[in-house]
């Protein structure tokens, strides 16, 4: 049972499958997560109402909160420190009247960087199909991995604009390679009109990445290819 006026009304949350809860964190983002007795790791977006399983990095996110040790490096570091990386991003956002789903391709290499993609665009949606150098190709890595990993913080935006990222990753190549998965719920808002002049801005991982990647493919497209720094012909819109 929960309430939210001190006690005066009570409403039943939904059970837990009959676990018991071990430890619960409440996320800057506003996302409940409880641990189980049994380990496992759900998640509510409504304060408790409903439960699902965790996902994307929350598990990580649960021990940070709690004081523990997470183990490893974020799954995503590895992209930083291979000579062979690949990232894939699939961006969606779904709104009363429709919505859109973009894709966007990194794979920097020794030899050089392919970015590849596509952002729907009424009336021209844009096509991308470049190779950059290694230098430039890094620093696009580096944006969408920061935006991927970087702590969330503030109040959730209340936005009737859902959005969902997903993310397929690998670093590495041969019998060595291995491919690894997330994806990334919320809502697309601004938050500039939300926060006073001075404190630090709310950040959400799903708007961030949503974000990052659509301006990658965006400045793609803005200099002409014998113009842009290390870039060979492939952008159209």
């Known amino acids: 049972m929960a309430t939210r006026d001190a006690g005066k ?68 570091a590895c992209l930083l420190s291979t000579s062979d990386a690949m990232l894939q991003i699939e961006f969606e956002s779904r709104a009363c009247f429709g919505g859109s789903t973009s894709a966007l391709e990194l794979r920097v290499r020794t030899e050089g960087t392919h970015l590849k993609g596509s952002r729907e665009e009424y009336p021209d949606p844009i096509r991308v199909d470049q190779r950059l150098d290694r230098t430039m190709g890094e620093q696009l890595l580096h944006k969408l991995v920061d935006a991927a990993t970087r702590a969330e913080h503030g109040m959730r935006c209340q936005s009737t604009t859902e959005a969902e990222v997903r993310l397929t990753w690998s670093c590495g190549s041969g019998l060595f390679k291995t491919f690894q998965r997330a994806t990334l719920t919320g809502s697309l808002c601004s938050f500039r009109w939300q926060h006073d002049e001075g404190a630090t801005e709310p950040y959400e991982r799903v708007d961030g990445v949503f974000d990052t990647a659509w301006d990658v493919l965006e400045q793609a497209t803005s200099p002409r290819p014998d113009e842009a720094p290390g870039a060979h012909p492939g952008a159209t819109r």
């Open 9 to 76: 009304n009570w409403f039943r949350q939904s059970n837990t499958s009959g676990e018991s809860i071990r430890a619960l964190v409440l996320l800057e983002n506003g996302i409940l997560l409880a641990e189980l007795d049994g380990g496992r790791l759900l998640r509510s977006s409504d304060d408790g109402r409903t439960w699902a399983p965790g996902k994307g990095w929350e598990a990580r996110d649960f021990a940070v909160a709690t004081g523990r040790n997470p183990g490893t490096e974020h799954p995503l």
